[in-house]
């Protein structure tokens, strides 16, 4: 059974950082692509980055470019996003998300990442 914890959000001022982890279990972590999204209140989900199965691979939207950092332990079955300079329109809950199918995957189509975990809620305010 598939299964993706996030963990890591919290309360941030701007300009600060936070850690965001997701645990994978039940699949064979490494042949899958993985992604990370968002979901602002009355707001629908949003691509925020994506990774490939050797991280050589990584996408961001326009919004977080050069903010976050995907990456992930194939050893340990985990995926992370580093996010620094946080901005208070980065206050969203944000999910992890597994490719419907092995192997490569569209990165930036959220529509091909079809599990996705409880989500972990990120504040952004002074």
């Known amino acids: 059974q598939v299964q993706l914890v996030e963990s890591g959000g919290g309360l941030a001022q701007p300009g600060g950082s936070l850690t965001l982890s997701c645990s994978a279990s039940?699949?064979?972590?490494?042949?899958?692509?993985f992604a990370w999204a968002r979901q602002a209140p009355g707001k629908g989900l949003e691509w925020v980055s994506g990774i490939n199965m050797d991280s050589t691979g990584t996408h961001y939207a326009d919004s977080v470019k050069g903010r976050f950092t995907i990456s992930r332990d194939n050893d340990r079955d985990m995926l992370f996003l580093q996010m620094n300079n946080l901005k208070p329109e980065d206050t969203a809950r944000y999910f992890c998300g597994r490719a419907e199918r092995t192997g490569w995957a569209r990165l930036g189509d959220i529509g091909v990442f079809n599990s996705w975990g409880q989500g972990t809620q990120v504040t952004v305010s002074p």
């Open positions: 039940g699949f064979a972590f490494g042949t899958y692509y």
